[in-house]
């Protein structure tokens, strides 16, 4: 069974800073994807970022960006320019490219001050 | 495209009741996965059914249980309720890539 931990229960930052959140997973396959996802207040999650574990590059999408680190299994989210409505709950999450099944962290909270 | 609705959105039900929840994944997408996000357990894995037929399933009891049918609307049940099964009930649907799309989550209260 593979887990994923997320050591950071909350995070606060200014808007228009940076903020990073730490992700590390256990496993012992070789090919898996790793997300993130976002959840907002009373919202529905959504995704933020996809890394497979086969490309070496870091993944990037807008303000967004990952640190993968796969013989560390460290999987690190970058938040550049931070605005307000990334306030959320950010879950970092682990698949198993058998089974497709999702493993979450417990989540990091993260909240962007004006 | 319309994304992934669940209904009914909130539900308060009673110890020993029996609930079912639906789920309409985005159209085209025939695998539908459920979770359970509570407080205390975070998000957890339920089960995936993927044309009509579990694909996997999560270390939940036998009073969990769904279908999905041939139009890949999927169901979940549970049976004999406990205080323990509240929780926010979300979920996903995909089509070829790994990537899942979450519904708004059905938030069940037992009492």
């Known amino acids: 069974a593979q887990t994923v931990t997320q050591s950071q229960p909350e995070m606060s930052v200014q808007e228009a800073e940076t903020v990073t959140l730490s992700c590390t997973y256990d496993t012992s396959?070789?090919?898996?994807?790793?997300?993130?996802?976002?959840q907002p207040p009373s919202r529905q999650m959504i995704l933020v970022i996809r890394q497979e574990a086969y490309k070496q590059q870091n993944a990037t999408e807008n303000r967004f960006s990952v640190n993968f680190q796969k013989a560390a299994k460290s999987?690190?989210?970058?938040?550049?320019?931070?605005?307000?409505g990334d306030t959320a709950m950010y879950f970092c999450a682990f698949m198993n490219l058998n089974d497709y099944k999702l493993s979450f962290g417990a989540g990091t909270t993260v909240t962007v001050r004006a | 495209k319309a994304g992934v609705t669940q209904t009914p959105r909130y539900l308060i039900k009673t110890r020993g009741q029996q609930v079912t929840l639906s789920c309409s994944p985005i159209s085209g997408h025939r695998s539908v996965s459920w979770y359970q996000q509570t407080p205390g357990q975070g998000l957890q894995f339920l089960f995936e059914y993927f044309s009509e037929t579990q694909r996997n399933k999560g270390n939940f009891p036998g009073r969990f249980s769904g279908r999905q049918f041939s139009n890949s609307r999927s169901?979940?049940?549970?049976?004999?309720?406990?205080l323990g099964d509240s929780a926010l009930y979300l979920c996903a649907s995909r089509q070829s890539s790994y990537e899942q799309y979450f519904g708004p989550g059905t938030r069940l209260t037992v009492t």
Not at chain 1, 30 to 37: G, I, M, T, V
Not at chain 1, 75 to 84: A, N, V, Y
């Open chain 1, 75 to 84: 999987f690190s989210l970058k938040i550049s320019d931070s605005q307000l």
């Open chain 1, 29 to 38: 396959e070789n090919n898996y994807y790793l997300f993130w996802y976002k």
């Open chain 2, 75 to 82: 169901e979940m049940n549970v049976s004999t309720l406990e």
